[in-house]
């Protein structure tokens, strides 16, 4: 079952944050974020494992919160070059190979 | 350079003709997938493989086929029961046991 994005689409400032949300109906195991710019693959940007952790590196970080089955990627001081869309990829169980259930997207556009 | 290569960049394709797509990756992955991306959708399963001569599918595998007869190379016909083709198709890699895929740049397909 596909998780839901919130927001579809967000303008920022530059120097703005950003919350993006990724809700799911059946219980995760774990939620991986990507970013893809326009008609280029999708660039891995984190991992979160059941457990409720909290990830982050620079000025983007995700949490995981296992008993609403949501992640949240914040985005804070935005830059131009995090504009593009922003998918979450969900698994539910554990295996040798996972199989990913991503998400609509969420475009996110930063100007001047 | 470690990676996941594809080509051709874009390929055209004709009424009633079968086409393959190539994926190579490098990376000493186990697993391999692929996806179909429609303009401002998200990323959706066709089908993969976790281990040579071994695949399942995935959401969307009808009208298409795939071999694994090698560890590195994972590759997608797209047949002439495939009656709506044009789409993004990427390819993706993990190792057997970590669930963080990486993606190749993308094939686009067109029809003629």
């Known amino acids: 079952q596909q998780p839901v994005q919130s927001p579809q689409a967000v303008i920022l400032r530059e120097g703005e944050d950003a919350v993006i949300n990724c809700s799911s109906s059946k219980a995760l195991y774990s939620v991986h974020w990507y970013r893809q710019k326009h008609g280029e693959a999708p660039v891995f940007l984190m991992i979160l494992l059941k457990g409720g952790e909290q990830k982050g590196h620079d000025k983007i970080s995700a949490s995981f919160n296992e008993k609403k089955q949501q992640s949240s990627l914040y985005l804070t001081a935005s830059q131009l070059s995090y504009s593009g869309t922003y998918f979450c990829?969900?698994?539910?169980?554990?295996?040798?190979?996972?199989?990913?259930?991503f998400g609509t997207g969420t475009r996110l556009q930063v100007t001047l | 350079d470690g990676g996941i290569t594809q080509s051709p960049k874009y390929l055209f394709r004709k009424e009633g003709q079968n086409v393959t797509l190539s994926c190579e990756q490098n990376?000493?992955?186990?697993?391999m997938y692929w996806y179909r991306q429609d303009p401002g959708q998200g990323l959706r399963l066709i089908y993969y493989?976790?281990?040579?001569?071994?695949?399942q599918k995935g959401d969307i595998a009808e009208g298409y086929s795939v071999s694994r007869e090698k560890k590195e190379s994972f590759p997608l016909t797209v047949t002439s029961a495939q009656k709506n083709p044009t789409a993004f198709y990427l390819c993706a890699s993990s190792t057997s046991g970590r669930e963080t895929q990486y993606f190749g740049p993308g094939t686009r397909l067109l029809v003629l």
């Open positions: 990829g969900t698994s539910y169980r554990t295996g040798t190979a996972s199989k990913l259930t």
């Open positions: 990376l000493n992955h186990d697993a």
């Open positions: 493989s976790q281990i040579v001569n071994d695949f």
